[in-house]
């Protein structure tokens, strides 16, 4: 049975911060290189996350298989090793196959379930609402709903997903990638209280905007999580000033990496220069950065070392 708002009451507290979501590396024939996700997991650990989410979009989901699934998400809970919360996608079509996912997330070790909701002829409030109750009343953990409509294939309202929060306990955070996601953010709030959780996405790129509608924090695959977690701690100490200074100088940093269509490949690409992953392969289909775009993201690394200030980061 769903459990009551009181249980989850704590739960939500958790969702506060930086929230790395991870690619899943492959070497170059496209197998997984677990070996990589695990060096990907000391790199975000040592950047300082708050927590950590896998089988997600950034993490090719979709071109997993249930076997490779399971084998992910095992890497990354043993390799974070209690350190800090890990969330695990359970997204599908169906509520069976969701709760399927959402109880190997459990039986693995994993704190809390990211969950978009399943592509709908007729979405209506009551189906949205129904569907999140059954997930809860089917495996006891905190859901994450995740608001991407891309992955859904239509928009959620604020009024719908402070609906959901007020009637499944459970559902006490929100992954808000629905833009304008300030704007969002604060109806969400203002129909809910703080005691629900929203989570940014969308690679970053309006982090610092999102935290002054109130955001808790971020839950994003930036290959430079140190810089998400700098800004968050700096606005929440008070320093708005100094934690724009390092948002706006970063901000071309995550726009680059967050382009349409090769986003993924990018973010890949970074972490192989940083020596989290040997290799940038994703699995087809998909887009691969060309040779001009890689002299692209030379020039910006290039120009962020010259003229960076920090010492707590290299680029």
Known sequence: MQSSSSTFAGAAGAFRGVFSVLPTPFDSSGD????????????YLAGGVNGLTTLGVTSEVARLDDRERCQVLESVVFQANGRVPVIAGATSNGLRTTIGYARAAKAAGAYAVMVSPPRLARPSG?????FYKGLAEAVDLPIVVQDFPPVSG????????ARIAREVPAACAIKLEDPPTPWKTARILAETGPGLRILGGLGGVFLLEELIAGAAGTM???A???????VVNLYEEGNLDAAADVF?????????????GMGIALR???LRRRGAIADATIRPPGMKPDAQTLRALDLLQNWLRGRKE?????I
Do not use: C, H, N
């Open 32 to 43: 997984l290189d677990l070996a990589s996700l695990g060096r990907v997991v000391d790199l």
């Open 126 to 130: 009551d189906a949205l609402v129904g």
């Open 154 to 161: 239509f928009t959620m309202e604020p009024a719908i997903l």
């Open 220 to 222: 994003t695959g930036f």
């Open 224 to 230: 430079y999580p140190e810089i998400l977690v700098r």
């Open 248 to 260: 706006y100088r970063y901000v071309p940093l995550m726009r680059f990496e967050f382009q349409e």
């Open 268 to 270: 890949k690409e970074v």
């Open 310 to 314: 920090d010492s707590w980061i290299s």
